[in-house]
């Protein structure tokens, strides 16, 4: 360093040039070296900022990639139950509409948003890659069971499920819907048949009055015509009744 005292000294008060010149000369080697050590420290920065970026997105997109796949796995096993009843759709027509209304939901609310996470998803990947090239770092590649053409694979295999257990269910409620509409017919039916039986037991077969008077006993006999004939006309209905309660499917109504 310059000393303050051999400038002071100098012959002739001005101070050695060949002093100045090396002063100076070690100044610009210094500034130099610390400019280029600032350099080399921003680069570093960068570069770690790059890689932490980088494992950012690496586990971004790993992690949205597995739950996907957990995601499509369950539904698919959600939707591989077609079967009619109770141990499927449901042994009534309400929990048959239940389950409609539910998969409704499903397509408008949950499928949207895991569709658009997965598109997404594969935009992180490119964006991933491309900033590899560009930084000049080895290009990620995710492994075979979480990229992105596993997961688009697996995602319409899920579709093509959901198409079979839309069309099973809307089988299933219609048959219920008939099988509702027999029950109701039966019902209807039988409630007829035995307030019949009931009237006919009461007012003719039950009677232990036959009557003290010919006129008496000549309306008992016209009762119990009308009974038989009514009974012609009801005789058809064990028949209708059981064609009603036997219908296919039926076994699988609560």
Not at 1 to 6: A, G, H, P, Q, S
Not at 42 to 59: L, P, Q, V, Y
Request: net charge negative; glycine share 6%.
């Amino acid at each position: 360093l310059l000393d303050l005292e051999d400038l002071l000294d100098a012959p002739g008060g001005k101070p050695d040039d060949k002093i100045i010149m090396t002063q100076l000369c070690f100044y610009f080697k210094e500034f130099a070296r610390h400019l280029k050590e600032q350099n080399a420290v921003k680069s570093i920065t960068a570069a770690c900022n790059i890689t932490r970026r980088h494992d950012g997105w690496i586990e971004e997109y790993t992690t949205k990639s597995g739950d996907l796949l957990v995601w499509i796995a369950e539904t698919r096993e959600k939707f591989s139950n077609t079967k009619k009843g109770a141990e499927g759709f449901g042994d009534t027509t309400a929990l048959i509409e239940e389950k409609r209304q539910m998969f409704a939901i499903y397509r408008k609310e949950e499928k949207p948003d895991k569709k658009t996470t997965m598109v997404t998803n594969g935009g992180l990947l490119s964006t991933l890659q491309a900033s590899c090239r560009n930084n000049h770092r080895p290009v990620f590649t995710p492994a075979d069971e979480i990229n992105t053409a596993t997961v688009a694979a697996e995602f319409a295999a899920l579709e093509k499920q959901e198409t079979v257990y839309e069309k099973e269910m809307i089988s299933t409620l219609i048959l219920f819907q008939n099988l509702d509409a027999n029950l109701s017919r039966f019902n209807v039916k039988a409630e007829k048949a035995m307030s019949w039986l009931l009237r006919s037991q009461e007012g003719v077969f039950d009677t232990v009055d036959y009557g003290v008077t010919a006129t008496a006993t000549d309306c008992l006999f016209e009762n119990l015509e009308l009974c038989m004939g009514q009974m012609e006309l009801y005789q058809e209905y064990p028949e209708q009744l059981n064609e009603l309660i036997n219908v296919e499917g039926m076994e699988l109504h609560a």
